[in-house]
T-cell receptor, first 113, second 114 residues
Framework: DSGVTQTPKHLITATGQRVTLRCSPR?????VYWYQQSLDQGLQFLIH???????AKGNILERFSAQQFPDLHSELNLSSLELGDSALYFC????????????FGPGTRLTVL | AQTVTQSQPEMSVQEAETVTLSCTYD???????LFWYKQPPSRQMILVIR??????QNATENRFSVNFQKAAKSFSLKISDSQLGDAAMYFC???????????FGAGTRLTVKP
């Protein structure tokens, strides 16, 4: 158990809908990262927040957005969902913002029908 | 752009034997971090080992060790005394501390034969 929690574990929805994925970092970690892993593929970095501020953006679609709240939990919002958005979405956390090791949550599996 | 290449989509090893997984990366930075993560069938991403580029000494964690060749931009993972529980996808990752970008390779699927 990494100490990072993600909810829900599974999510099934229809095309065009909007969903919110939630992540709580390890106690004491200020950074939260979001990744997307499509079937049998590597991880694509989406976005990084540090202590409430956006620090880096990766391959995140405009239909996706995220934020980190004062209690340091983070939410990833996915809207106008398409079939291709079906994937495993991971959240990771680290103490700082630079080269610290990232610890991953168990992931949220999103299925868009 | 920094890219990470894992040239072995699949590898197989006999239980108790040693296997080496390859990883190369491309970067113009001198300071960065490298990682190996393991993803078993549960899909949980588990940190195996970490290497700071400024350290010449290769990192070691029990049965796991790396061969870090900075000039060659190579970062291979050696698993000694392989166990059935080592069977998983292994991902090599590169992190640039300047822009916080983290890049993963496509992964190597390791099978351990009893």
């Amino acid at each position: 158990d990494s100490g990072v929690t993600q909810t829900p574990k599974h999510l099934i929805t229809a095309t065009g809908q909007r969903v919110t994925l939630r992540c709580s970092p390890r106690s004491g970690d200020l950074s939260v990262y979001w990744y997307q892993q499509s079937l049998d593929q590597g991880l694509q970095f989406l976005i990084h927040y540090y202590n409430g501020e956006e620090r880096a953006k990766g391959n995140i679609l405009e239909r996706f957005s995220a934020q980190q709240f004062p209690d340091l939990h983070s939410e990833l919002n996915l809207s106008s969902l398409e079939l291709g958005d079906s994937a495993l979405y991971f959240c990771a956390s680290s103490i700082g913002a630079a080269g610290d090791t990232q610890y991953f949550g168990p992931g949220t599996r999103l299925t868009v029908l | 752009a920094q890219t990470v290449t894992q040239s072995q989509p699949e590898m197989s090893v006999q239980e108790a034997e040693t296997v080496t997984l390859s990883c190369t990366y491309d970067t113009s930075e001198s300071d960065y971090y490298l990682f190996w993560y393991k993803q078993p069938p549960s899909r949980q991403m588990i940190l195996v080992i970490r290497q700071e580029a400024y350290k010449q000494q290769n990192a070691t964690e029990n049965r796991f060790s790396v061969n870090f060749q900075k000039a060659a931009k190579s970062f291979s993972l050696k698993i000694s005394d392989s166990q059935l529980g080592d069977a998983a996808m292994y991902f090599c990752a590169y992190r640039n501390p300047n822009n916080n970008d983290m890049r993963f390779g496509a992964g190597t699927r390791l099978t351990v034969k009893p």
